[in-house]
């Protein structure tokens, strides 16, 4: 069955870095573009970073632009999410996502905490 599992969550300091990982298997990884997304309690889902199935092309959001790398190894089926000079708004729970237009397919992970404080 499909899997993303993510890790790397956890406290923080302000200014801190911390690098997430989200690890798939279940189905052909080098066909989806994956992203990022993150929710902060009573907050929407937001998308953080999307990379596209090869990690030709990338975007992010603007509140994480020029802090934030999203980058993909397609040989161990993995996508990373490098987090840099970290703000206390970017506590959230983390979500990997897998998706392929073909099959207007979505699979997500179950996520993992991020705080950042003092």
């Known amino acids: 069955q499909v899997q993303l599992v993510e890790s790397g969550g956890g406290l923080v300091q302000p200014g801190g870095s911390q690098r997430l990982s989200c690890v798939a298997s279940g189905f052909t990884f080098s066909n989806y573009a994956m992203s990022w997304y993150r929710q902060a309690p009573g907050k929407e889902r937001d998308l953080v970073a999307r990379?596209?199935?090869?990690?030709?092309?990338?975007n992010y959001a603007d509140s994480v632009k020029g802090r934030f790398t999203i980058s993909r190894d397609n040989f161990k089926n993995t996508v990373y999410l490098q987090m840099n000079s970290l703000k206390p708004e970017d506590t959230a729970v983390y979500y990997c996502?897998?998706?392929?237009?073909?099959?207007?397919?979505?699979?997500w992970g179950q996520g993992t905490q991020v705080t950042v404080s003092s």
């Open positions: 996502n897998a998706h392929r237009a073909l099959y207007n397919a979505d699979y």
């Open positions: 990379i596209s199935s090869t990690g030709a092309s990338t």
